[in-house]
């Protein structure tokens, strides 16, 4: 028995051997086989190329000379099945010097077998590497070559997945610069550019209005979806005159939705305080009809008289049944500070509006007739029923539009109180909170947003840490300063801000 510091230099000669007799197996089987086939043509005439020269040339007397030097001299039956082994333990060749010939068949057989082999270890280490490196890569993906075409796809996935991890943690840079990788590589991925374009929009404005530009030229089919995102992106940064020709674009496509993109029109107009765009409009043949006498008279009330201006607001609401028309004509009799109308208007039993709309005009009826204590009793009734959603954004978007300390600090109380389930899907309705203690520039309110909106999200939200101090400043502030880091929010509270920090000018008196 070999002692035990005798068994790692065996088995070092042992693999050396084997791998010896690989090495010959390898090159010998196109050596001999190169040989026996120049043998066989020359009419098996001089000597046998892998015969020992020295013995008689016949089958079971004379030795092979192509398995010297092996280890295992069996392993070349694997090449040549005419070697033998006698009894006595050597090997010969069992056919005469006539009948020797070559075998490419299993040499070909070998290679293919040695190819396929070492084709699946390729295989299987790149599915393996790319695995371990994160590429959510699937087996078909590495060993079929028409799928590597989908490789890009995969890339994109991987820089897609960093993106999310490092937007988890905070880290925006990061992100923007692993999204651009992750859409470039993938571009038929329009909700992976959307989601860029949304992102680029606050420091990168042009970047995001080129990629959202793209988005839609080169994705029409999703036009439905982008259009709205890019209407957001241009609101945040007060960009009228581009929202005028995207909301006219959408509204004359005959797309979803057509009354918002009327009210986007007619809120632009609003804030630039040109009504051409509503003129333009109304000769357009594609212009859906039942909005064809909002906008006309719209348009009217630009060079309408005070009193004109109210009595025609107030025979267009009495019988509008549209609740999108009939919402935007109150809104306009408030504006022109006829909240006895508008009172009267909720009361009727005709009015079309809903609940909710409904309480959100009443609300703006009350503070413009100064009736605070029914306008508490109201926002206070709100805050008993169960945290919902929708209530936070009609209270939002109503303070944000009229401040009150009181009544904020019973909706902050009511939100820490019982607050919205935690999840990306509330975000939006704690920023209004938050926009609607921006509007009253409260410092310890702002605190508490920032906490309620960084305690459901699980992670601190720093450009709302950066943005509160402008609030508290007592400079005068333009909403699309801090709009575009205040994102997502809801549409009424984005008015609302509107309405508070840049009011549209007056119409001519």
């Given at each position: 028995?070999?002692?035990?510091?005798?068994l790692?230099?065996?088995?070092?000669?042992?693999?050396?051997?084997?791998?010896?007799?690989?090495?010959?197996?390898?090159?010998?089987?196109?050596?001999?086989?190169?040989?026996?086939?120049?043998?066989?043509?020359?009419?098996?005439?001089?000597?046998?190329?892998?015969?020992?020269?020295?013995?008689?040339?016949?089958?079971?007397?004379?030795?092979?000379?192509?398995?010297?030097?092996?280890?295992?001299?069996?392993?070349?039956?694997?090449?040549?099945?005419?070697?033998?082994?006698?009894?006595?333990?050597?090997?010969?060749?069992?056919?005469?010097?006539?009948?020797?010939?070559?075998?490419?068949?299993?040499?070909?057989?070998?290679?293919?077998l040695?190819?396929l082999?070492?084709?699946?270890?390729?295989?299987?280490?790149?599915?393996?590497?790319?695995?371990?490196?994160?590429y959510?890569?699937?087996?078909q993906?590495?060993?079929?070559?028409?799928?590597?075409?989908?490789?890009?796809?995969?890339?994109?996935?991987?820089?897609?997945?960093?993106?999310?991890?490092?937007?988890?943690?905070?880290?925006?840079?990061?992100?923007?610069?692993?999204?651009?990788?992750?859409?470039?590589?993938?571009?038929?991925?329009?909700?992976?550019?959307?989601?860029?374009?949304?992102?680029?929009?606050?420091?990168?404005?042009?970047?995001?209005d080129?990629?959202?530009?793209r988005?839609?030229?080169?994705?029409?089919?999703?036009?439905?979806?982008?259009?709205?995102?890019?209407?957001?992106?241009?609101?945040?940064?007060?960009?009228?005159?581009?929202?005028?020709?995207?909301?006219?674009?959408?509204?004359?496509?005959?797309?979803?939705?057509?009354?918002?993109?009327?009210?986007?029109?007619?809120?632009?107009?609003?804030?630039?305080?040109?009504?051409?765009?509503?003129?333009?409009?109304?000769?357009?043949?594609?212009?859906?009809?039942?909005?064809?006498?909002?906008?006309?008279?719209?348009?009217?009330?630009?060079?309408?008289?005070?009193?004109?201006?109210?009595?025609?607001?107030?025979?267009?609401?009495?019988?509008?049944?549209?609740?999108?028309?009939?919402?935007?004509?109150?809104?306009?009799?408030?504006?022109?500070?006829?909240?006895?109308?508008?009172?009267?208007?909720?009361?009727?039993?005709?009015?079309?509006?809903?609940?909710r709309?409904?309480?959100?005009l009443?609300?703006?009826?009350?503070?413009?007739?100064?009736?605070?204590?029914?306008?508490?009793?109201?926002?206070?009734?709100?805050?008993?029923?169960?945290?919902?959603?929708?209530?936070?954004?009609?209270?939002?978007?109503?303070?944000?539009?009229?401040?009150?300390?009181?009544?904020?600090?019973?909706?902050?109380?009511?939100?820490?109180?019982?607050?919205?389930?935690?999840?990306?899907?509330?975000?939006?309705?704690?920023?209004?909170f938050?926009?609607?203690?921006?509007a009253?520039?409260?410092?310890?309110?702002?605190?508490?947003?920032?906490?309620l909106?960084?305690?459901?999200?699980?992670?601190d939200?720093?450009?709302?840490?950066?943005?509160?101090?402008?609030?508290?400043?007592?400079?005068?502030?333009?909403?699309?300063?801090?709009?575009?880091?205040?994102?997502?929010?809801?549409?009424?509270?984005?008015?609302?801000?509107?309405?508070?920090?840049?009011?549209p000018?007056?119409?001519p008196?």
């Open positions: 028995m070999p002692s035990p510091s005798a790692p230099t065996r088995t070092f000669y042992t693999l050396a051997g084997w791998l010896n007799d690989t090495f010959r197996l390898g090159w010998g089987a196109f050596y001999w086989n190169t040989r026996k086939t120049w043998f066989a043509a020359r009419g098996r005439r001089g000597r046998c190329p892998c015969q020992v020269g020295s013995d008689s040339g016949r089958g079971g007397d004379t030795g092979c000379d192509a398995v010297l030097g092996y280890r295992s001299p069996g392993r070349f039956q694997t090449l040549c099945p005419l070697l033998a082994q006698r009894a006595n333990g050597d090997w010969v060749c069992s056919v005469d010097k006539a009948a020797v010939r070559p075998f490419w068949g299993r040499v070909f057989a070998g290679v293919g040695a190819t082999a070492l084709m699946l270890a390729a295989i299987l280490g790149a599915y393996a590497l790319l695995r371990g490196i994160g959510e890569v699937s087996f993906q590495v060993a079929w070559p028409p799928a590597w075409r989908q490789f890009r796809q995969v890339q994109s996935g991987f820089y897609l997945n960093r993106a999310r991890t490092a937007r988890a943690a905070g880290h925006m840079d990061e992100t923007l610069l692993f999204l651009a990788s992750a859409y470039e590589l993938n571009p038929a991925d329009h909700r992976t550019g959307l989601l860029l374009a949304q992102l680029w929009q606050a420091g990168q404005p042009l970047l995001s080129q990629l959202y530009a988005l839609f030229r080169e994705h029409p089919a999703h036009q439905d979806e982008i259009a709205p995102a890019w209407y957001r992106a241009l609101l945040a940064r007060g960009d009228f005159t581009a929202i005028q020709r995207l909301a006219r674009e959408r509204l004359l496509a005959g797309g979803p939705a057509p009354a918002a993109w009327l009210q986007a029109v007619i809120f632009a107009c609003q804030q630039t305080g040109e009504p051409a765009p509503l003129e333009q409009l109304l000769h357009e043949p594609a212009l859906p009809p039942a909005f064809a006498p909002l906008l006309r008279l719209e348009y009217t009330l630009y060079s309408a008289p005070p009193e004109t201006r109210s009595r025609l607001l107030a025979r267009a609401a009495a019988g509008e049944t549209n609740p999108f028309a009939s919402y935007h004509l109150l809104s306009r009799l408030l504006a022109e500070g006829r909240p006895d109308l508008v009172l009267a208007r909720l009361a009727a039993p005709t009015c079309p509006l809903s609940n709309e409904n309480i959100r009443r609300l703006d009826a009350l503070v413009v007739l100064g009736r605070a204590a029914e306008r508490a009793g109201l926002v206070r009734q709100l805050l008993a029923q169960p945290t919902q959603a929708a209530v936070c954004e009609l209270l939002s978007s109503h303070l944000a539009a009229h401040p009150d300390r009181d009544l904020l600090h019973a909706y902050a109380a009511k939100l820490e109180a019982s607050p919205l389930p935690p999840g990306e899907a509330v975000h939006p309705q704690l920023l209004a938050f926009g609607a203690c921006a009253l520039g409260d410092a310890d309110l702002l605190d508490t947003a920032v906490h909106v960084n305690t459901s999200a699980g992670r939200y720093r450009t709302l840490t950066a943005v509160q101090t402008l609030f508290t400043s007592g400079a005068p502030l333009r909403p699309e300063v801090f709009l575009p880091v205040l994102q997502p929010l809801p549409l009424d509270t984005v008015y609302a801000l509107y309405g508070h920090f840049a009011p000018p007056p119409f008196p």
